[in-house]
């Protein structure tokens, strides 16, 4: 009997870590999703609208909820305050779902972001949205590959501890 409920709860938590990392996986496209959208939001609102960045991300907060809302918050706030420094902007997206890439990437765009005049910044904007492209076409790939996997893996791995403990 101790050994039915003990393969039970392995089995369990092993099927929970298999969903666990598939969430890892979608919250990470969600969040470079957001990302993605800011950066279109970023072009209309310098190009058209002239207006300031503080006046473009609290439009763009109004819209959702997420970690990149979350964190783009906090960016927001210390631009308000004055010039961030690059460690400040590091300690803003730092999110446990974000590659080592995708962090270098957000801290390098929003560090240099309002620093260079409009032609420079517009084609710094331009080749962040190329990388992020591929970086979101990958994080995809990997969330329909890696990230489906996992439930069944883990679920499979579950049973199999039972049958090997029953």
Known sequence: MLKFAISGVLCFVSAYLGIAGK???DKRCKYLKDFDDFLSSLRDGISYAKDKLPQIGRKFL???KGAFYSDLEEFICL???GNPSQEQVKKCFDSKYLS???KILLKEFFSELGRFDYD???SRLDLTVSQLKKTIEK???DRRTTGSLLPKL???LGIAI???LA
Do not use: H, R, V
């Open 79 to 81: 631009a308000e305050s």
């Open 139 to 141: 994080a995809e790939k």
């Open 23 to 25: 969430n890892y996986y």
């Open 162 to 164: 039972m049958i090997i």
């Open 154 to 156: 883990g679920l499979i």
């Open 120 to 122: 420079t910044q517009m």
């Open 100 to 102: 080592k890439f995708d």
């Open 62 to 64: 109004a819209g959702g």
